[in-house]
């Protein structure tokens, strides 16, 4: 893989081999959309081969039109999880941001400006970044499982 | 590079989400044909893969990103050389990212909490970390020409603390396996989904242990090498095989492992891998 060499004097910020990868991934990622846009088609072809046009009782929608609405008791068990859920969707939010942001940073950096020795450059920004994220991981597991194991169902 | 290569990885990226979306299928069929190597393991049947026909419900944002994502992360995995989607310089960076977004949403919808998901993913980072170090690259491509020349260069057997990490990696795939349907009312192309996506993740997985541990492409002896695509399939299917027998034994692959045992024990592996790797004098 040819990425960082070139016959000008002047470096490449954004070469060409890079560019082409990059592209590539895109590609990719819309293969797969073609692959679940058709999935779809045939998960909605199938479902009205079985069910047909019928009214469905319980949910008194047209399901052949592929239209849906929750049953009163999926909207109460619904609301009773809420704050839980809330909690759930904010740690979630966090760890999106997280794989969001800082992963396709690192990723962008390396794949634009890949580093021409990955060796003891590459061991020690592995371990300076990792050892204090790993440290600090399994004194919070520790704490975690601490506090799970001491706390009380709700009578 | 040629021009071809973006068509080429649309077509990788269609024809990775089909095999995903079949695989749930072929699992169904081997549990029905009573497949000794898949009893006692909870997976989808026929009855309730045919279920999800019942009710056209619309998938959910979460569940096409875990799909998406998860077949994305499969398409970079190379079947055999130059076979895949995308030969991405930093492919195995970009991996784990895909991957660390499939599996957090996975195991928050499961345990409400992305604490697993997240040690997880630590554990098989730092398992990859001596890899990296010993190949210089995070080309995945790399990782797998490295292991040339049968099986005594297979990074599984190189060393003591590599086979101790391909250990915990297995462990931590095997932990990290989702329960096949958490819902019991979902239904329709959402539940489809969100099936494929729970059944195909140690799948998923799996490759990337053959590409990092097992020589990826290559033949255990180097007279037998040819048919790239078959000895990686092969090797995922052993290991999936033995993936399957860790997973009737319960108490190895709790969740709760994730907390802090596996990472724990991936740290030790890691920093040992480093250690004999420089002790060797490979890393210069």
């Not at chain 1, 846009?37 to 199938?46: N, R, S």
């Not at chain 1, 990955?118 to 399994?138: D, N, R, Y």
């Not at chain 2, 007279?223 to 027998?245: E, F, I, Y």
Request: hydrophobic share 55%; glycine share 8%.
């Amino acid at each position: 893989m040819d990425s960082g060499s070139s016959t000008s004097s002047t470096p490449e910020l954004f070469t060409s081999a890079a560019s082409m990868q990059l592209t590539s991934l895109a590609a990719a990622v819309g293969g797969v959309l073609l692959g679940v846009l058709l999935i779809a088609a045939g998960t909605g072809w199938m479902t009205r081969r079985r069910r047909g046009p019928e009214i469905d009782s319980r949910h008194g929608v047209m399901l052949s039109h592929g239209i849906t609405h929750g049953s009163a008791g999926d909207s109460a068990a619904d609301s009773a999880g809420d704050s839980r859920q809330i909690a759930a969707h904010l740690r979630l939010a966090t760890a999106s941001m997280l794989a969001v942001v800082l992963l396709p940073a690192a990723a962008a950096i390396r794949q634009l400006w890949p580093h021409p020795d990955l060796g003891w450059v590459m061991i020690a920004s592995w371990f300076a970044v990792l050892l204090p994220v790993v440290v600090i991981w399994l004194v919070l597991g520790r704490f975690f499982v601490a506090e799970s194991s001491t706390r009380r169902p709700p009578a | 590079m040629n021009e071809g290569m973006p068509l080429r990885a649309f077509l990788w990226g269609f024809l990775t989400a089909a095999v995903l979306a079949a695989w749930p299928w072929l699992l169904a069929w081997l549990k029905a044909r009573r497949c000794v190597v898949l009893a006692g393991i909870d997976l989808p049947d026929f009855a309730s893969l045919g279920a999800m026909f019942e009710r056209p419900l619309r998938p959910r944002f979460g569940t096409l990103l875990v799909w998406s994502v998860l077949a994305t992360a499969a398409a970079l995995l190379p079947m055999g050389n130059g076979w895949q989607a995308a030969d991405l310089d930093a492919g195995l960076l970009w991996f784990i990212m895909f991957a660390l977004v499939a599996t957090t949403v996975l195991q928050m919808s499961d345990q409400g909490t992305a604490t697993p998901a997240a040690g997880g993913l630590l554990t098989l980072i730092l398992c990859l970390a001596p890899l990296v170090m010993h190949t210089a690259s995070l080309h995945l491509g790399d990782l797998v020409i490295a292991q040339h020349g049968g099986t005594g260069n297979w990074f599984l057997i190189r060393d003591p603390f590599l086979l101790l990490s391909g250990a915990v990696y297995v462990l931590t795939m095997a932990a990290l396996w989702p329960d096949p349907l958490v819902r019991p009312a979902a239904s329709g192309l959402d539940g489809l989904l969100a099936t494929s996506a729970r059944a195909c993740l140690p799948l998923v997985l799996t490759h990337l242990f053959t590409v990092a541990y097992l020589g990826g492409w290559w033949a255990f002896l180097p007279a037998l090498d040819g048919l790239t695509w078959l000895q990686t399939v092969l090797k995922n299917l052993a290991v999936m095989a033995l993936l399957c027998w860790l997973k009737r034994r319960k108490a190895w692959c709790a969740t709760g492992h994730l907390v802090w045992r596996l990472p724990l024990a991936a740290l030790v592996t890691c920093l040992g891998a480093v250690a004999w790797l420089v002790l060797s004098g490979a890393v210069l």
